[in-house]
Nanobody, 126 residues
């Protein structure tokens, strides 16, 4: 059974930091690129950061570039998101999942496992 357990969220003032962690189970963790997503109230879930297998490459959304860093620990099947210089617009529920890239019909298509964890709430406010 594929499961994701996110933790580490909380309430923080603007400019503060948080470190999120996600424990994955039920699949071969080392075989998948991993990602963090976030969903603000009334909005769709957005991709925040991606890390490839073995952690040799990462990419983050423009809105968090220079502030967020994604990492993974393949020995523990965990992925982390270090968030610095937090802003009120970073307020959201944060989730982790796989990031699967497939090429067909002439273009790349991206997906994640259909099962999602409960997420962890991050609130940035003064």
């Amino acid at each position: 059974q594929i499961q994701f357990a996110e933790s580490g969220g909380g309430f923080v003032q603007p400019g503060g930091s948080l470190r999120l962690s996600c424990a994955a189970s039920g699949f071969t963790f080392t075989a998948y690129d991993m990602a963090w997503f976030r969903q603000a109230p009334g909005k769709e879930r957005d991709l925040v950061a991606v890390i490839t297998t073995s952690g040799d490459s990462t990419n983050v959304a423009d809105s968090v570039k220079g502030r967020f860093t994604i990492s993974r620990d393949d020995a523990k099947d965990t992925v982390a998101l270090q968030m610095n210089s937090l802003k009120p617009e970073d307020t959201a529920v944060y989730y982790c999942n796989t990031w699967i890239r497939q090429y067909y019909s002439g273009s790349y298509h991206y997906s994640s496992f259909p099962s999602w964890g409960q997420g962890t709430q991050v609130t940035v406010s003064s």
